[in-house]
C-alpha cells in the first residue's frame, strides 16, 4: 500500500515535472543564443511574431552574403533576407529598418534597371515618414536623385533641381551633417553643373537674409573652398566669426580656417582672428571688441576647460590623499587642503565669469544652439539649478531632438531632486538612443557590476540605488513602453533597470519583450545587453 502511494506520488510529481517542463518549451523557442542560422529559422517558426528573431535572420544572412563569392548562394540568402523582410512588415510597419535594408538593395540593382532608384527613393520616404533617418540615408536620397537626373536614356534634370533644393534644406537644418561630412560629399556633388547652380542659388540668397545662420555660413563656405574660390570663403568665414562661428569644445578657430590657410593668405585683419588660446588676451580682446560674439563665445568656452582641468586635478590630489592616508593615518592634511581650496575657488570663478560671456553671445545670435547647452551646464556648476534648468528647456523648445540638452536638463533636475521630471526626460531620450552596453566599464574597484559611462545610464543607475527614484524611474519607463508598443529601445532600458536593480526576472522579461519589438545584435547574435545580463545562458 505504502509502496503504491509512494509511486502514485512520483508519478504525481513527474507529471507536473512534466507540466513545468512544458512551459518552459513553451517559452523556450523565443529565446536564441548565439548565431547559428538553422537554430535562429527554428526559433523564428516557434515564434512567428517575434520581430526581434526575423531581425536577427536578415543580419545574419546579410552578412553572409557580403562573404560569399558565390552568385547562387547570394541568390538564395536575399530570397530569404527579402522574405523575412516582407513578414517583419506585416508585423510592423513602423520598423524603419525594413526600409533602410530594402533602398540599399533597391540602389543595389539599379545599375542594371534605372527605375530601381526611385523605388529606393520610395523606402526612404517611407522611413522619413516614420521620423528622422542618418546620414547615410540621407546621402542616399541625394545619389538616388542625381542618378535618375543622369540617366542617359530618360534624363530628369528637375531631379538634380529637386536634390540641391534637398540638400540646402538639410544643411540649414538643425540635423545638419558635421562640418567634414558636409565638405566630403560637397566635393562630390558640386562637379555637376545643374546641382552647384541650384544649391548655391539658394544657399547665397537664404545666407543673405539670415546671416547670423553658422549652418548656412559653413555649407558656403565649404562649397566655396571646393570650388577654388578661397578669397569669397575668407569673407564668409570672417563675417561669420563676427556672429559666434568658432571651434565650441576646445574655443579656438573653426577647423575651416586651417584648410583655407593651406590654400592661400589669410586676408582683412579682424579681432576674431586671434589664433590663441590664452584667457587674459581674449579677455582684452572681448574688452575691446564687445561686438564680436565669437570672441565672447571662444573666451566662455576657454573658462569652462579651465573649470574642468581644476576639477581633473582637485579628483588627482583626493586619490594620492587617499593613498598617502592609508598609508599614514596622521599625515598633515592642512597644506594639501588649503591647495584644493585654492583650485575650488579658481574653478568656481571660472564658471561664473564663463556665465555673462555666453549670455553676451546668445544674445548676439540667437541661432547658436550649442551656446544654450553650454550655459545651461555652466550655470549647472556654478549652482543655479533653477537657472540652467530654465535655460536648457528653452533650448529643448528650438531644438526637441537635441538628446544632449535632454541629458544634461535630468542632470539638472537630478541636483533639484526632481525624479520625475528626470524620469520623463529619460525616457524621451531612451526612446531614441539605444542601450550599449559594450562601453560599460568592466572590473572597476569596489563595484560587482560594470559601470555604464553614458550620461543617461549613469543617471539610471544612481535612481536605482534611491528606492522612491527607481520606482519613478520604472513607472515612468513602463508607462512609456504601454504608450509605444513598438519601441524596443525603451523596453530594452527597462531591462537594464531591473538588471542593475538586481531583478533578473523582470529583466529577463523585459528583454523579450524588447526582442520581440525587433532588438537585435550584430550579424545574427543576440542584443549585447542580454549577452551582458545572461552571459551564454538561457533568458
Known sequence: MNRTKAIAGISRTIGLLL???GLLAAQEPTVCIGSD????RTASEAAPENIGLRMRIVRRQLDEFLKTDNQRKARDLLTEVETQLGEIQKLGP??????????RQHYRKADKDPSEYQAALDCIAKQEALGEIDFEMRTLKVRCLLRLGWDENDPKPERIVEAARYVADWFDSPTAPVWSSTLAVLSTWLLDLSFRQELLGIVEARYAETPDNMNLALTLAGAYYTLG?????????HEAERRGLCDDVTGGRHVIVELLRKKCYEYGPQASTYDGFNIDRLRELVAAHPEDISLAYRLAIRLRAKGFTGEAIVRKIDEK??????????FDTSKIDQQRKTLETGIAEAYRDAIPL??????????LDAALLLLGDLQAKAGQTDAAAATLREGLVRVPFFLELREKLAEVEAERKDWKAVAD???????????????????????????????????????VGKPEARKILVDTFTAAAKADDRNPNIRAYLGMIEY??????EASRWLREAERCGLCGEVGFEHPLAVEVFSRERW
Do not use: H
Open 19 to 21: 507540466v513545468l517542463a
Open 37 to 40: 542560422i538553422d537554430e535562429l
Open 94 to 103: 513602423d520598423v524603419s529598418y525594413v526600409y533602410r535594408v530594402l533602398s
Open 229 to 237: 574660390r578661397n578669397e569669397s570663403a575668407w569673407r564668409v568665414v
Open 321 to 330: 590623499l587617499a593613498e598617502k592616508l592609508k598609508e599614514d593615518r596622521n
Open 358 to 367: 555666453i549670455k553676451t553671445a546668445v544674445a548676439g545670435n540667437d541661432r
Open 425 to 463: 526626460q529619460l525616457a524621451e531620450v531612451c526612446k531614441v538612443a539605444a542601450c550599449d552596453p559594450t562601453s560599460w566599464k568592466r572590473d572597476v574597484p569596489g563595484s560587482l557590476l560594470p559601470v555604464p559611462v553614458a550620461a543617461r545610464e549613469i543617471l539610471m543607475v544612481d535612481m
Open 500 to 505: 542593475f536593480a538586481g531583478n533578473k526576472a
